[in-house]
């Protein structure tokens, strides 16, 4: 199994940036695709964005679309997400997640495995 690790979040104004890291450890970081989930209070857990294994591909929901990067260090064992022009909408708990490597990316929460504890980005107007 793999053991995550979620950094970076904090209180930002609207319209600027924030970068969170996932640190993965135990079994090998790269046969895991990797997931970004929010929960926003007093709504469920939704999907952010994805990334294979490698890093090739990506994917991410409409609402981050061009705002967010998702990307990944095997070499560090670290999946990262690049958050630009932030919104209040976006604020809420981050978490990344893995799931064993398949051919396609996984969408819903259900699917992936293992956790990080989260970390809270708010964002004010």
């Known amino acids: 199994q793999v053991q995550l690790v979620e950094s970076g979040g904090g209180l930002v104004q609207a319209g600027g940036s924030l970068r969170l890291s996932c640190a993965a450890s135990g079994r090998t970081f790269s046969m895991y695709d990797m997931g970004w989930f929010r929960r926003a209070p007093g709504k469920e857990r939704e999907f952010v964005a994805a990334i294979s294994w490698s890093g090739g591909i990506t994917d991410y929901a409409d609402s981050v679309k061009g705002r967010f990067t998702i990307s990944r260090d095997n070499a560090r064992n670290t999946l990262y997400l690049q958050m630009n022009s932030l919104k209040p909408e976006d604020t809420a708990v981050y978490f990344c997640?893995?799931?064993?490597?398949?051919?396609?990316?996984?969408?819903?929460?259900?699917?992936?495995?293992?956790w990080g504890q989260g970390t809270q980005v708010t964002v004010s107007s």
């Open positions: 997640a893995a799931v064993e490597s398949d051919t396609e990316l996984r969408y819903t929460w259900r699917e992936y495995d293992y």
